[in-house]
């Protein structure tokens, strides 16, 4: 599996450099974190993983605001920061990720339609944020975030 | 697939008896979350999970005693029966699971060999511990790890 791969010349490039990832998922609900720990060795890398699902995980596990949650919901680029930037400095880690989106097939609404998902990525010298709306299917739509997940960190030089 | 039929009937299942659960998994780093996740609406059930993979995040997030884990180790069943109680405590969820194991293909011993894995079970009338070995490659070894989830949660009557 092509992924697979990809994924292992990460986990070896970054047990190299000593670069550890630490990722706070959502609508992907442990696809992301499950991929990478598919390859061996993953622990050298991997430091932990928060499916933080409901909002009331959010806000205990990962110090959201609960005042931007109801302002701007959980699937906004204010939240994905949080996310991001929480789960790194709270993991002391190098790379912290954060994902929300809807999954679909409910939960979609006019504004925030069935696909759309942001994904964030927090280092020590900012943060980036993505924005995409991927209209497929529940499993598909995890793969596609985690492809963009996997192109951001072959790309990173930090 | 005939594991995601049988999730769909446990999510569904849960939903109307209002039965929530939340994971902490190590070893099988986001799979079992994953799978539960891929239904949709698992997020009537699925109330969070944790994918301690470091000694460091099971401290932090799931209250483990230190002194325990120098003393038997992440993969015994002292450690999963904290991991099952602490996080359906912690979640305030009704069932909590609790998952360590080594998934290989490195990191066994003669004790401790490589696809030997504990799996609790925490209600709020008691808990249960299972151990197997599952001597296979490290994807399979996360299949088989589900498995007896899926087995546990359709046998359970709360």
Redesign the interface.
Same mark, same amino acid.
């Given at each position: 599996m092509e992924i697979l791969n990809r994924i292992e010349k990460i986990v070896k490039l970054f047990s190299q450099k000593n670069i550890q990832i630490a990722?706070a998922e959502s609508c992907?609900?442990?696809?992301?974190?499950?991929m *990478?720990?598919?390859i061996?060795? %993953?622990?050298a890398i991997?430091?932990?993983?928060? *499916?933080?699902?409901?909002n009331? %995980?959010k806000i205990?596990?990962l110090d959201i605001n609960p005042d931007s949650l109801e302002e701007h919901g959980a699937v906004s680029d204010v939240i994905v920061k949080q996310l991001a930037n929480n789960i790194r400095i709270?993991?002391k880690v190098n790379i912290g990720i954060g994902i929300s989106g809807i999954?679909?097939?409910?939960g979609g609404s006019p504004e925030k339609p069935v696909g759309l998902v942001y994904i964030g990525f927090s280092t020590e010298t900012g943060i980036t944020i993505e924005k995409y709306i991927f209209k497929t299917d529940?499993?598909n739509f995890?793969q596609k975030v985690l492809e963009k997940v996997i192109q951001y960190l072959e790309s990173i030089n930090i």
């Amino acid at each position: 599996m092509e992924i697979l791969n990809r994924i292992e010349k990460i986990v070896k490039l970054f047990s190299q450099k000593n670069i550890q990832i630490a990722v706070a998922e959502s609508c992907t609900g442990g696809y992301v974190s499950n991929m *990478i720990t598919n390859i061996s060795g %993953a622990s050298a890398i991997f430091e932990r993983g928060i *499916i933080c699902y409901s909002n009331k %995980a959010k806000i205990e596990l990962l110090d959201i605001n609960p005042d931007s949650l109801e302002e701007h919901g959980a699937v906004s680029d204010v939240i994905v920061k949080q996310l991001a930037n929480n789960i790194r400095i709270k993991s002391k880690v190098n790379i912290g990720i954060g994902i929300s989106g809807i999954a679909g097939p409910t939960g979609g609404s006019p504004e925030k339609p069935v696909g759309l998902v942001y994904i964030g990525f927090s280092t020590e010298t900012g943060i980036t944020i993505e924005k995409y709306i991927f209209k497929t299917d529940r499993i598909n739509f995890k793969q596609k975030v985690l492809e963009k997940v996997i192109q951001y960190l072959e790309s990173i030089n930090i």
